[in-house]
């Protein structure tokens, strides 16, 4: 089986990039043959500073590598080092009609939160099919939020195959419900697009004041609270076991505990996960070859695929 994800270098990557997505897919390279690019093309549409793209690149790099992502297991390359995938979304593009990219939601949140219109914002599902198509992938993880995507990538592999000739695996989805389960520190999900994320890698003094933030209602120390309703509990949950989480329940629903005592063993929590991995992360960033070698190392066996997909849609159209 064959399975591939991607991800946007836009900004740090935060808890909820790591539950929604980055564990997840650590987790699939046990699975199946694993490809995992940096979706930088599609980065482009949002991200107009040449500098902070290639720093943000880098940075989903590192921390990849830093949570276990093993060079062994999984192709893991650069979007932009696979520029086959240029020319399979402009043949695929001649196939997909208008009103399917017209009813993509996610065109319409951009806009709705003040991106400028573009022809590459509009396309994105198109490119985003290519990505999956031209590997060959047998399986997607997704967010529900990206589960209309993966059809559109399903409605093209099947239209070109059935309008030209059998040239596409259709994928099938992964669906990854934890994505829309992590809130931020307002309690809406967590999503760079709200400022309200808890950074994995970020400064401790930083991580530290963030998680202080996070909203709770107002009821007084002595008050029974709820864990249900509360997103210090709902971030906690991500990091406990059975046995500490009912303890911390027991403790909400007896009274005379604050949120504040809450906060501090979510982010005793939080620093424990992640100690290994930051420390590993510092490794690294001392050994920024290493990182090139594994990002070439994975494009060079995407390209190889690549290669060979793009190769029997050029004939099926008739380029060769």
Sequence with gaps: ??????IQPSGKLHIGNYFGMMKPALELQEQGEAFLFIA??????TVHDASALRQQVRDVALDFLAAGLDPEKTAFYRQSDVP???ELSW????ITPMGLLERCHSYKDKLAKGFAASHGLFAYPVLMSADILIVQSNLVPVGRDQKQHLEVARDLAIKFNNQFEEVFTIPEPSIRDSVAVVPGVDGQKMS????????????PKALKKRVMKIVTDSKELEDPKDPDTC????LYKLFASDEELADLAGRYRAGNFGYGTAKKELLAKINEHFAPMREKRAELENNLDYVEEVLSRGAEKARAEAQKTLSAARRAVGLE
Excluded: C, P, W
Excluded at 1 to 6: A, K, T
Excluded at 192 to 203: A, C, P, Q, V
């Design 1 to 6: 089986m064959r399975i591939l994800s991607g």
């Design 40 to 45: 930088d093309y599609h980065a482009l549409t």
């Design 84 to 86: 086959e995938v240029q």
């Design 91 to 94: 043949l695929l593009s001649i």
């Design 192 to 203: 760079k697009s709200y400022d309200n994320t808890l950074e994995i890698f970020g400064d």
């Design 231 to 234: 997103n210090v509990f709902a």
